[in-house]
């Protein structure tokens, strides 16, 4: 019988030694970027706060925006989570997207912050390895299955929800936007996706639940609103 290849000790311990720096090195990070802006280089505060040598953070992120979207990508993965368990009880996945985009965009609106890192990072705000591209993909799936969406290609229709969803973050990132902005967004991407008009603008101007935002996103949206 071949021999049974055990791990070794050493490797994982390595590389749960450098999983915990990094994440201390983007927890460091976020009070920082909350306290500056996102516009400010925080890399000298951040080494700091953490408490390791620039040649530690060097080996972690190559620069002042690698570690904007790492923090950025942290903050996105939480409020997913937060948002996945709220619409979870809803029954119909047009429903489910209608609110989970619709708390998305409020979210922005109350924490100009978090809109601020959004527009900051852009499109690696919802990159593949991302929970809000998988959350979406998912909530698409599901609602094609069903026939509450039009048919179509998955990466498609995911592009235009998520782009959507995007380029109203930024608008809300510039100031300016009525109260029926989200309503309004979440109407026409459920338009995209195949509802007639009643039954997008019914569900788009639902009263959204209750988001209890916390963890790492609560510390930066608790601090600076710059």
Known sequence: MPTKQIPDHRTRTAANRREKTRARLVQSAIPVFA????????IDDVI?????????????????RDLLVAVNRQLGDELILVVKETVADLADPAERVAA????????????????????KCGLDSAGPNSLVHQYLAEQIQEGMDQGRFLPGPLPIA??????????????????????????????????????????AGRLAHKPLPHLDVQSACALMCSTSQA
């Open 35 to 42: 306290d500056k802006g996102v516009d400010a280089s925080v």
């Open 100 to 119: 989970g985009i619709g708390l998305l965009i409020q979210v922005a609106r109350d924490y100009p912050l978090l809109a601020a890192f959004v527009a």
């Open 48 to 64: 700091a706060a953490a408490g390791v040598s620039r040649g530690t953070f060097y080996n972690y992120f190559q620069s002042n």
């Open 158 to 199: 995911l592009d235009m929800l998520a782009g959507s969803t995007l380029c109203a973050v930024l608008r809300i990132s510039q100031g300016g936007i009525s109260d029926q902005h989200g309503p309004e967004v979440v109407t026409m991407i459920l338009r995209g996706l195949g509802l007639n008009a009643q039954d």
